[in-house]
């Protein structure tokens, strides 16, 4: 069975600091994709990225990185410089390669950035 | 391409209605998924079609809950003699092809009174 988990429910910030959301996964597949996804108040669930199993290269897009290791399978996902717009619960998301490929969420961790 | 859309965005009934919901997905997108999502939990999966085929059903989908996709283009969601327990957010997702990014919807907000 695939699992997510989020161990960090709430983290609050003060604006312009760093901040780290951990993500830790179980899976059996040898091919997998990982996911994460930003919810604001409005309730949508926007995409952020996507990452498949071979490709264990970090991201940076702007302020956002992220750090996949699959040696603890892990999928962190920090924000540099953070900003009240970065207000959010944001969700990790694992899906296999077969069948339907549903996605298999965490609980999700609310970041709360204070001006 | 205009993104995922549902309607309607909010719901409210009385219990033992029965409530459908609609989701259009992103055009040309085979793959169209539900999932609920109540406070404080991540969504969870409960269907999914590919084209007008439903291929998967979660065993959270009991039999109160029908799904469609009539021309494997929009689809439906149905729950008969709702319970107050089914409240949630109900969101679809759809997405281009296997591997590929599921894109959501604002999510149709259900209250069962």
């Known amino acids: 069975a695939q699992k997510v988990t989020q161990a960090q429910t709430e983290i609050s910030v003060v604006e312009k600091e760093d901040v780290t959301l951990d993500c830790v996964y179980e899976?059996?597949?040898?091919?997998?994709?990982l996911f994460w996804y930003k919810q604001p108040p409005s309730g949508e669930l926007v995409f952020l990225i996507r990452?498949?199993?071979?490709?264990?290269q970090n991201e940076i897009s702007g302020r956002y990185s992220w750090n996949f290791q699959k040696s603890t399978s892990s999928f962190n996902f920090t924000i540099t410089a953070s900003q009240v717009v970065d207000s959010a619960v944001y969700f990790c998301?694992?899906?296999?390669?077969?069948?339907?490929?549903?996605?298999?969420f965490g609980q999700g961790t609310r970041l709360t950035i204070n001006p | 391409d205009t993104g995922v859309s549902q309607d309607p965005r909010h719901k409210i009934t009385k219990r033992g209605q029965n409530v459908t919901f609609r989701c259009d997905p992103i055009?040309?997108?085979?793959?169209l998924y539900w999932y609920r999502q109540t406070l404080g939990q991540g969504p969870e999966f409960l269907t999914y079609?590919?084209?007008?085929?439903?291929?998967?059903k979660s065993r959270l989908l009991s039999d109160r809950f029908s799904a469609e996709r009539p021309k494997g283009s929009f689809s439906t969601l149905e729950i008969q003699r709702t319970e107050q327990g089914d409240s949630a957010m109900y969101l679809c997702?759809?997405?281009?092809?296997?591997?590929?990014?599921?894109?959501f919807g604002p999510g149709t907000r259900l209250l069962v009174l």
């Open positions: 998301a694992l899906s296999g390669n077969q069948g339907a490929q549903k996605l298999v």
């Open positions: 899976t059996r597949d040898t091919t997998y994709y």
């Open positions: 990452r498949n199993s071979f490709d264990e």
């Open positions: 055009s040309e997108h085979n793959r």
């Open positions: 079609f590919q084209n007008e085929a439903q291929l998967e």
């Open positions: 997702a759809s997405s281009l092809g296997q591997g590929l990014t599921q894109y």
